[in-house]
């Protein structure tokens, strides 16, 4: 099984400042003949589901504001919230879908600080 | 719009079995793989099973192999979700989640989520 983990486990970042999440997976999620990294980021605020935001590592999935980013490639990944607003106060989790068990990590807590 | 709705949780004791259900709408439900998720009380997100959209394929995690039973019925656009020999560690809000792309022989990111079901397994 793939295993994903998160860095940091929490984070509290000023409005208007960058956050960075990291995700690490514990082989590769590439698909060499697509070249398509098998990796998404999901936003879950308390009481809701979770929402897609970012799918192959860096596509933003529709209605997404663009100030969400998503980089990386094999093994290590990043969401980047450019400028952080108060509706962007959740947890954010990555997931692989590179094969079955479809492994999400354990989810950084964002706030504002 | 996109609609999935969970249902048939509620409490149950350790031992005994549960169905869940997960009406979907909106999108030719036909086309799609689907997956459950679940998330225990205040812990992160765990993946639980998958189905395709033929229902011809199955993949579940290891904590839910041979009690838990994924399937669908196409003619009424409900995915489902057999437990069996539930035990208190399966207490969790149970999602629902399309797989974001029809008829793929390829996996993808899953982009629509229904609202979920409690799920508490206690004496």
């Known amino acids: 099984d793939i295993v994903m983990t998160q860095s940091p486990d929490s984070l509290a970042v000023s409005l208007g400042e960058r956050a960075t999440i990291n995700c690490k997976s514990s082989q590769s999620v590439l698909n060499s003949p697509n070249s398509k990294n098998y990796l998404a980021w999901y936003q879950q605020k308390p009481g809701q589901p979770p929402k897609l935001l970012i799918y192959?590592?860096?596509t933003r999935e529709s209605g997404v504001p663009d100030r969400f980013s998503g980089s990386g490639s094999g093994t290590d990944f990043t969401l980047t919230i450019s400028s952080l607003q108060a509706e962007d106060v959740a947890v954010y989790y990555c997931?692989?879908?590179?094969?079955?068990?479809?492994?999400f990590g354990p989810g950084t807590k964002l706030n504002i600080k | 719009q996109v609609q999935l709705v969970e249902s048939g949780g509620g409490v149950v004791q350790p031992g005994r079995s549960l169905r869940l259900s997960c009406a979907a709408s909106g999108f030719s439900f036909t086309y799609y793989a689907m997956h459950w998720v679940r998330q225990a009380p205040g812990k992160g997100l765990e993946w639980v099973a998958v189905?395709?959209?033929?229902?011809?394929?199955?993949y579940y995690g290891d904590s839910v192999k041979g009690r838990f039973t994924i399937s669908r019925d196409n003619s009424k656009n409900t995915l489902y979700l057999q437990m069996n020999s539930l035990r208190a560690e399966d207490t969790a809000i149970y999602y629902c989640a399309r797989m974001g792309i029809p008829s793929s022989g390829s996996y993808s990111a899953f982009d629509y989520w229904g609202q979920g079901t409690l799920v508490t397994v206690s004496s």
């Open positions: 192959w590592a860096s």
């Open positions: 997931q692989q879908y590179y094969n079955p068990p479809f492994t």
């Open positions: 189905i395709s959209h033929a229902g011809s394929n199955k």
